[in-house]
């Protein structure tokens, strides 16, 4: 089986695509199928997380490519950016991955959360589409509540004169 550990920086040719979904992507072991039908183990150091466009390294040499696999999301669409950001504050506000667009949120599919957005007044569509949430506010694709950032910015107080 081959494995992949490695996560490539520069712009490769790719030789092979795995196609993942959102939570998928944020997993650091895993095995699955290439496109070819190949079986690979992925092993990323902690903290890795992928998005669709990376590339990776193969142990037999290979790049790589990762594509966003289509699934199931609820896009929210609104003329008024004023309610856009509405919604996307209370979706922050539950910690819901949210994919942002000029006119339009996506998030992973929850009746739930489209009930309370339709409530809200804005137009939900449910569809199958990739998923490319926000990486956060440390830089990470994904943070979960017991990962904590490498180092927090000093704050500096001040008073004024």
Do not use: C
């Given at each position: 089986m081959i494995e992949i550990t490695k996560r490539l920086s520069a712009s490769e040719t790719v030789d092979?695509?795995?196609?993942?979904?959102?939570?998928?992507?944020?997993?650091?072991?895993?095995?699955?199928?290439?496109?070819?039908g190949e079986e690979v183990s992925l092993r990323l150091?902690?903290?890795?997380r992928l998005r669709g466009g990376d590339l990776l390294l193969a142990s037999d040499g290979r790049v790589i490519g990762i594509r966003a696999a289509p699934e199931r999301v609820v896009r929210i669409e609104c003329p008024n950016p004023s309610d856009l950001?509405?919604?996307?504050?209370?979706?922050?506000?539950?910690?819901?991955?949210?994919?942002?667009?000029?006119?339009?949120?996506?998030?992973?599919?929850?009746?739930?959360?489209?009930?309370?957005?339709?409530?809200?007044?804005?137009?939900?569509?449910?569809?199958?589409?990739?998923?490319?949430?926000?990486?956060?506010?440390?830089?990470?694709?994904h943070a979960h509540g017991s990962e904590k950032p490498a180092s927090l910015p000093k704050i500096h107080s001040f008073s004024p004169p």
């Open positions: 092979e695509t795995l196609e993942l979904i959102f939570e998928a992507r944020q997993k650091r072991w895993l095995r699955m199928s290439l496109a070819s150091p902690r903290g890795e950001l509405r919604v996307a504050y209370h979706l922050g506000n539950r910690h819901v991955a949210v994919q942002l667009m000029p006119d339009r949120l996506r998030f992973l599919a929850d009746h739930v959360l489209g009930e309370m957005v339709a409530r809200l007044g804005l137009k939900v569509t449910a569809l199958v589409a990739p998923f490319e949430p926000e990486g956060g506010a440390y830089g990470h694709h």
